[in-house]
């Protein structure tokens, strides 16, 4: 149909990638997974850093607690990463 063209052969062979992509995902269940039952059940922690760049406070790490019941967040900054055991305190 189309002049100048090469035709591509089908190949016989899959790779593993296209295997894995084209995989059914199972849904996920709501409400029955395990949620947090109470403030502080379970709670998400992040540290990132070092940032290149101090923010006003000279802190080149922040910290995150996100609580999973409440979904309330609360962010320190800090300067070295050895301050994150004082944050529990």
């Known amino acids: 149909m189309v002049k100048g063209f090469t035709l591509i052969e089908k190949q016989d062979r899959l790779c ?48 995150t607690f996100i609580d999973g019941y409440k979904r309330k967040a609360c962010v320190y900054f800090l300067r070295k990463k050895s301050e994150v055991l004082q944050c529990f305190c």
Do not use: D, N, W
């Open 16 to 63: 593993e990638g296209c295997i894995l992509g084209k995989h059914h995902r199972e849904t996920f269940l709501v409400g029955k997974s395990i949620r947090e039952k109470a403030r502080l059940y379970i709670v998400h922690l992040h540290l990132c850093g070092p940032m290149q760049t101090p923010s006003i406070g000279g802190g080149y790490y922040f910290l």
